[in-house]
């Protein structure tokens, strides 16, 4: 069963910086590319950024260019996303989510609960 | 800026059919948009219906279908049920590695 962990939110005060986690378990994690997606308060779905399998390709939304930095550590199963500069606008829910396959474009699969970002 | 827009919100009878659309503002979506569609229920995360068009999932049921009709997206449900009721949001691919959400379609079951 694909497992997808999100840790690393909470409240922050703008400007300040904060760094989410992703722990995968129940797929080989190198195989897929990865995204994170965001809900603000109230608001609809906002893709963020992925990462192909590899991290040969990397894609932001034209929101956070600049800001926010997503990696992953394949040894370790793991998706991050550094986010800095933050805004009082960045708060909401942040999801974790696989693709179909390494391929960013093959959408999102599965998903995590999400962490709860405060800016403030 | 890139827009993905689908209707705010529709209303559809139990047993109905219902159609929602995606559409872009770059023009006519294809394959190549690699559209997909996903189900929000409130308090959970979104669930994967439809991918690449006109895929299911193995956990998403007969009733929901994805296809392309007119340059736009289409996930058509047939033979509603309550628990239909929800927001949907369809996902297009653009460029070599951007990803846009339309802004949902909040789906009544009356």
Redesign the interface.
């Given at each position: 069963e694909v497992q997808l962990v999100e840790s690393g939110g909470g409240l922050v005060q703008p400007g300040r910086s904060l760094r989410l986690s992703c722990a995968a378990s129940g797929f080989n994690f190198d195989d897929f590319a990865m995204?994170w997606?965001r809900q603000l308060p109230g608001k609809?779905?906002?893709?963020v950024a992925?990462i192909?399998w590899n991290s040969g390709?990397?894609?932001?939304?034209?929101f956070v260019k600049g800001r926010f930095i997503i990696s992953r550590d394949n040894a370790k199963k793991s998706l991050y996303l550094q986010m800095n500069s933050l805004r009082a606008g960045d708060t909401g829910f942040y999801?974790c989510s696989k693709a179909?396959s390494g391929a960013?474009?093959?959408?999102?699969?599965?998903?995590?609960?999400?962490t709860l970002i405060t800016v403030s | 800026q890139t827009l993905v827009t689908q209707e705010p919100s529709l209303t559809v009878s139990p047993g109905g059919t219902v159609t929602l659309t995606c559409a872009s503002t770059t023009g006519t979506v294809t394959d190549d948009y690699s559209p997909n569609w996903f189900q929000q229920k409130p308090g959970q995360p979104p669930k994967s219906l439809i991918y690449s068009s006109s895929n299911r999932h193995s956990w998403t049921p007969a009733r929901f279908s994805g296809s392309l009709v007119g340059g736009k997206a289409v996930l058509t449900l047939s033979g509603v049920r309550p628990e239909d009721e929800a927001d949907y949001f369809c996902l297009l691919h653009f460029g070599t590695a951007q990803l846009v959400f339309g802004g949902g379609t909040k789906l009544t079951v009356l």
């Open positions: 995204s997606v609809g779905l906002e893709w992925g192909s390709r990397i894609g932001y939304a034209d999801y179909q960013i474009k093959t959408g999102l699969t599965d998903w995590g609960q999400g | -």
